[in-house]
């Protein structure tokens, strides 16, 4: 047994209860206590530690690499660069385009160049020092505008095309016309996933050559396969385990510290620990993928929409990662909750010499919920209709065709999560004696005085598990046996509990399924069958499945062993059976396939869809730009509530991180550097940040899915911003058009009159459509 501290051990439910009930985690003690050992904790009595050196600039040709300084510091164990990797060269996601370490250029600030393993982490980074590289410093392209239509932008990548990929949705007609048109140009800026967890992990070199990693991430069998080929060893020869994460968000998808550090521990013959520091971990993962976007929406008089046309351009900065399905997710997904006649969508992601961005909480689905949210208010207010009005009159239904024609076949009740959203008391005025009512907080900057209340909405559809034809599965293995005289469940799956809540509810799923209070949960590692990521809110639906039907499975070996061993008898007790024997099954899981988008964005690619809509309500102080969000109301289909506890903190908590979209969070990037890469200067929502939350919840069984089961952890993300944006225009009366919103925003703009489209909810709406016939509305 290797010695190694803050190893995942396996986990156990006493009393387990099934699902729907609120189960005590079996981590959330430990994580309470502060006696959880995250994959910074890792340690090992004879591991070096390892250290890289990234590149300053975003764009420049590599020169040449001195590293004899370094190599000599007393100290030093290996210094690694680009000459010294052993097989493949590049890694990546889909298209395997990123260097493991730079070889002939860099292509953002802090790509990987070279690597220190040492004896301790302050003689690694003096050495990280001694390395010299010459570096022939190039204009970086950072405007993915001109990346995608430029014809003398230069390249990324000589060997691709800087489009990574141009998706387009064709429905009906291209050219219709409309009473009403409303147009509008929206921007979002870089968004990071801010997990508190920084990149760490531990590899160890293997007695048969092999390497073993315990490292925080989100697919186990994705980072292992990459692994293998980088260090041209079988995949076998490349043993995973997950080490606790401190939050992923989709940031733990590509991989960061873990061929560095199985690098340099096969080189050294020793284990190697590696944790990045903060400013490190802003550079080492990707992030959400800034935007553009131009919208024009044309409707009838009454408001339902004729046609959609709209470009996106997503930047997805100096690697691939996972842009082209974030550009598939905003193509088909980029009308919204809508029925629309005629769409004509056009979606860009593109290279650029800035960060790399990839997955993030929503998925592309977030940026385009802003654009066409916010489009959706303008067209309400060129109609005179209520913003709920305007939604309710063009909503989808089971039964509807979204753009890319795929129908809607199962429930997708937005009347009712409208209604549900109407009839939510708002909160009472702020009190001007308790400066924590107040914009600016204990901070006492105003007394009540210029500070205005607004209401906004907003709604977003988000698809569930992977899409477009990708053999979406998870693998589950379950065994029933005797301990301590009685019946006891141990699960083995390779799924990565980021913080969700995932092991909690498969034990829930085996104590519903089979008669066993006790339930072990093992550390997720790459001995049992790929479970996919823990990504697009699908570990509930694809491990959850994969361990219902280990279940079944073990139900009918026990009735063959009872028939077998107990013949006539029907209540023969479980202890009483598995004292024959253990018994143990494995199964995959698979989803209803689906398909890829053809040239003109149509086909059914996603096996499901997820609905959330949020009503926000701000106080604004429109002398100082501050904002306070007073109250976040949530309304969200979650097909079957597993855990309503942890759903409650995935519905918060995805608010959570569009408040911080829609008022706090960006990554500033100028000329392709990060200026902000920390938690002093990038801002997220903290506890006094974040607003009373009323949480509606429905429960509408998707009969394809297991329970009927809705992937519920990304929905609130995508409404909550656009419906605290519209709150802010609505207090203000400024015509917002990026997020995060800053406080220039609101008080460098003309101060108009606020729109107070709630205020008048009784005026006469007929003259208002009178007045907004064939008007175009245009930002």
């Not at 995942?8 to 099934?18: E, F």
């Not at 992030?287 to 008089?301: Q, T």
């Not at 209401?455 to 998870?474: P, Q, R, T």
Request: glycine fraction near 10%; hydrophobic fraction near 40%.
């Amino acid at each position: 047994m290797t010695t190694v501290t803050g190893r995942p051990v396996a986990l156990t439910m006493a009393g387990s209860a099934g699902i729907g009930a609120s189960p005590r985690r079996p981590d959330g003690p430990l994580k309470a206590r502060g006696e959880f050992a995250y994959s910074s904790d890792l340690r090992h009595p004879q591991a070096l530690f390892g250290a890289t050196l990234r590149s300053p600039h975003p764009r420049a040709r590599i020169v040449g690499i001195r590293a004899e300084a370094a190599r000599r510091l007393a100290g030093v164990h290996a210094v690694l660069t680009h000459a010294d990797l052993p097989a493949a060269r590049t890694t990546g996601l889909d298209r395997r385009d990123q260097p493991v370490l730079a070889g002939d250029r860099v292509r953002y600030q802090g790509e990987p160049v070279a690597l220190v393993a040492a004896e301790d982490a302050v003689t690694a980074r003096r050495a990280l020092s001694l390395i010299e590289v010459e570096y022939a410093v190039e204009t970086p392209l950072t405007d993915p505008w001109r990346s995608a239509f430029d014809p003398d932008a230069p390249l990324v990548h000589d060997a691709y095309d800087n489009v990574v990929r141009h998706q387009r949705i064709r429905r009906g007609e291209v050219a219709v016309p409309a009473a009403v048109v409303v147009r509008g140009e929206y921007r979002v800026g870089m968004q990071d996933q801010a997990f508190l967890g920084p990149e760490s992990g531990l590899a160890l070199p293997a007695a048969d050559g092999g390497v073993e990693l315990f490292a925080a991430t989100q697919w186990l069998h994705v980072d292992r396969d990459q692994l293998a080929a980088v260090l041209g060893l079988p995949p076998e020869k490349v043993r995973l385990t997950l080490a606790g994460v401190g939050g992923a968000f989709g940031a733990r998808e590509d991989l960061s510290m873990q061929a560095h550090a199985c690098l340099l521990a096969l080189t050294c013959g020793r284990p190697v620990r590696m944790a990045y520091l903060r400013d490190e971990s802003f550079v080492g993962h990707v992030h959400r993928h800034p935007a553009i976007l131009r919208y024009e929406h044309g409707a009838d008089h009454d408001g339902r929409l004729v046609y959609v046309r709209a470009e996106v351009i997503l930047d997805g900065g100096a690697y691939q990662s996972s842009t082209a399905a974030v550009v598939g997710n905003a193509a088909s997904l980029g009308v919204g909750p809508y029925e629309v006649p005629n769409v004509l969508v056009d979606v860009y992601g593109v290279y650029t010499n800035n960060p790399p961005c990839g997955a993030m909480r929503g998925f592309g689905a977030v940026q385009t919920c802003f654009a066409y949210e916010s489009q959706m208010d303008r067209l309400a207010r060129a109609c005179g209709l209520e913003p709920l009005e305007v939604r309710a009159r063009n909503a989808v239904r089971q039964g509807s065709r979204i753009a890319t024609g795929q129908l809607v076949d199962a429930p997708i009740p937005i009347a009712e999560i409208l209604d549900a959203l109407r009839a939510t008391p708002l909160p009472p005025p702020a009190d001007p004696l308790d400066p924590r009512d107040l914009p600016g907080g204990v901070g006492a900057t105003t007394g009540g005085e210029g500070v205005r209340r607004g209401v906004g909405y907003g709604i977003g559809i988000k698809n569930i598990c992977y899409s477009e034809g990708f053999d979406d599965h998870s693998t589950a293995r379950l065994r029933l046996e005797l301990r301590d005289d009685g019946p006891m469940a141990i699960v083995h799956t390779a799924a990565a509990e980021v913080g969700q809540g995932l092991l909690t509810v498969l034990a829930q799923i085996v104590a519903t399924e089979l008669p066993v209070e006790r339930v072990e949960i093992l550390p997720a590692d790459t001995n049992v069958g790929s479970a996919g990521s823990t990504s697009a809110s699908r570990q509930s639906y694809m491990t959850g499945g994969a361990v219902q039907a280990a279940c079944a499975a073990i139900r009918a070996r026990l009735a063959a062993v009872a028939t077998s061993l107990f013949p006539g008898r029907a209540d023969v007790p479980l202890a009483e059976l598995l004292r024959h024997g253990p018994v143990e099954e494995t199964r995959e899981f698979h989803h209803r396939p689906t398909v890829p988008l053809d040239a003109d964005g149509q086909g059914a690619s996603h096996v499901q869809f997820a609905v959330c809509a949020h009503r926000a309500v701000v106080d604004v102080d429109v002398d100082l730009g501050l904002v306070r969000v007073v109250e976040l109301a949530a309304v969200q289909d979650v097909g079957r509530v597993l855990h309503p506890v942890s759903l409650a903190g995935q519905i918060h908590g995805g608010s959570a991180q569009g408040l911080g979209l829609a008022l706090l969070e960006e990554a500033v990037v100028v000329d392709g550097v990060i200026r902000n890469p920390s938690f002093t200067d990038y801002l997220i929502p903290t506890m006094l940040d974040m607003p009373e939350m009323t949480l509606s919840i429905l429960e509408h069984p998707d009969p394809h899915a297991p329970y009927g089961l809705r992937g519920a952890g990304e929905p609130p993300t995508l409404s909550s911003t656009p419906a605290i944006v519209a709150a802010v225009r609505d207090a203000t009366g400024v015509d917002l058009h990026r997020v995060p919103v800053r406080p220039q925003d609101l008080t460098t703009a003309p101060p108009p009159e606020p729109w107070g489209w709630w205020a008048d909810a009784g005026a006469d709406k007929a003259a208002a459509v009178d007045r907004n016939h064939d008007r175009e509305v245009t930002s």
